[in-house]
């Protein structure tokens, strides 16, 4: 029976929350996180693509964070709403998977290792994509050098997090006037203007934050229990 929690026992959540942040704001370390923002955007059309009955043609990433998925057949609909949509909910699963237990953690890491060398070989078609996912592909496979299983959970809790907030703050660069993008494409299918589609990926990225700052208390009360 635990009656008491530590600092950092009790506000985990929001002190890796935090750290997330403060990760993001450094230039150099925060771009292979910007990258696997934009990869986990664009493997969600792709895998989109694949669920209603399409194909992906190719994926590129580039060195600015951006990235294109090119897909064949399938819903355009679900295609083009799943790039914003899929990185908030690939950024909760994560933190909320490596959260479960640490030997489950390290299967996730396997797990996103394996997604990224099967994208490597069938859908990367140029070298820079080629460049950018064999560097997130060798830092996933550095975490599993750590010494301690627990530094491995918190790196992906720090990953999911941080692919969480990208995924809350990336929508908002669509409002640029420029009518390009998967919110000027749903809005071309569906009459409902751009902005709209806007805020429904923020609320997914700011609901995700929600639910799993409950999933982490919920877990606390029943540690104390």
């Known amino acids: 029976m635990n009656s008491s929690l530590s600092f950092t026992e009790k506000y985990r959540f929001w002190l890796i929350i935090f750290s997330a ?26 895998l989109a693509a694949l ?13 600015n964070g951006a990235g294109l998925c090119t897909t064949r057949g399938g819903m355009n609909f679900l295609i083009s ?6 990185a908030a909910l690939w950024g909760m699963g994560i933190y909320f998977v490596a959260s479960m237990h640490q030997r489950i953690a390290q299967i996730l890491s396997g797990v996103i290792a394996v997604l990224l060398v099967i994208t490597l070989v069938f859908w990367a078609r140029d070298i820079l994509t080629f460049i950018i996912i064999a560097v997130l592909l060798a830092v996933v496979l550095l975490k599993f050098k750590y010494s301690k299983l627990s530094y491995l959970q918190l790196s992906l809790q720090i990953t999911g997090a941080l692919i969480l907030l990208n995924s809350v ?11 390009f993008g998967d919110g000027a494409a749903l ?9 709209i589609w806007v805020f429904v990926w923020f609320s997914i990225g700011i609901g995700g934050i929600v639910l799993l700052a409950k999933a982490s208390n919920k877990g606390k009360h029943n540690e104390k229990a």
């Open 21 to 46: 942040l403060i990760i993001s704001q450094i230039p150099l370390v925060s771009i292979p996180f910007k990258w696997l923002e934009s990869y986990f955007h664009e493997i969600s059309h792709g």
């Open 51 to 63: 669920v209603t009955g399409g194909t992906i043609v190719k994926i590129q990433l580039f060195p």
């Open 81 to 86: 709403f799943m790039g914003y949509a899929g």
């Open 169 to 179: 703050k990336s929508p908002w660069y669509l409002v640029d006037g420029r009518n």
């Open 187 to 195: 809005s071309q299918l569906t009459g409902i203007p751009e902005i």
